[in-house]
């Protein structure tokens, strides 16, 4: 019995090398040069919608006196293959005390810091002549809050125009005389 299952053995081991000697043909195929890549998300904004930065200043308003109104505008441009979905923009604000004049010093409590952005308003952030203000605000209140701008789908190249309408308070008083405030104006888009 021992001897039957070796010489079974042995005849399996010699089928087996004879099928792994035999000659089977084999050909290979390979596909190079497949490429993956991603689009390119960018936005550029501009204060005259005809030239487009990442970094630009958009307005300067100078002189200001109590009851001024001013408009300024801004153009958000879709600059990738992307479409951008969401739109939003966050304002900082720093006040600075430029001068202190005779007329500002028996008024202004706070001689190293200006007041200005308590003094004035933002009336109106109007996109595509829709204002997205519910009510209007000082800018100091506006400042570190989300405004939403657009939701939607602006494609490539496609932009959108935004109309600022900037009040200084006829209520005003002497501790804004000769103050100043710098505004940074962070525009933020998803996809």
Do not use: H, W
């Not at 958009?58 to 801004?74: A, I, Q, R, T, Y």
């Not at 001689?111 to 209007?136: A, F, M, R």
């Amino acid at each position: 019995m021992k001897k039957r299952v070796a010489y079974i053995i042995l005849a399996l081991l010699i089928l087996f090398s004879l099928k792994i000697g035999a000659s089977n043909f084999i050909d290979v195929a390979k596909s190079k040069g497949n490429i993956l890549s991603s689009g390119e998300f960018n936005i550029k904004i501009s204060k005259d919608g005809q030239r487009f930065y990442d970094d630009t200043k958009v307005f300067e308003l100078k002189e200001l006196v109590p009851g001024d109104v001013k408009e300024f505008n801004m153009y958000v441009k879709n600059y990738g293959n992307v479409p951008v979905s969401n739109i939003s923009i966050f304002i900082f604000v720093r006040d600075y005390e430029e001068d202190l004049s005779p007329a500002e010093e028996p008024y202004d409590l706070t001689p190293e810091e200006g007041e200005l952005s308590k003094c004035l308003y933002v009336d109106g952030i109007y996109v595509n002549g829709t204002n997205v203000l519910s009510k209007s605000m000082r800018l100091s209140e506006l400042a570190g809050k989300e405004i939403k701008l657009f939701s939607g789908k602006l494609k490539e190249k496609e932009i959108i125009p935004v109309k600022f309408v900037v009040r200084f308070s006829k209520d005003a008083g002497n501790e804004c005389m000769t103050d100043r405030t710098e505004v940074l104006i962070k525009v933020v888009a998803t996809q």
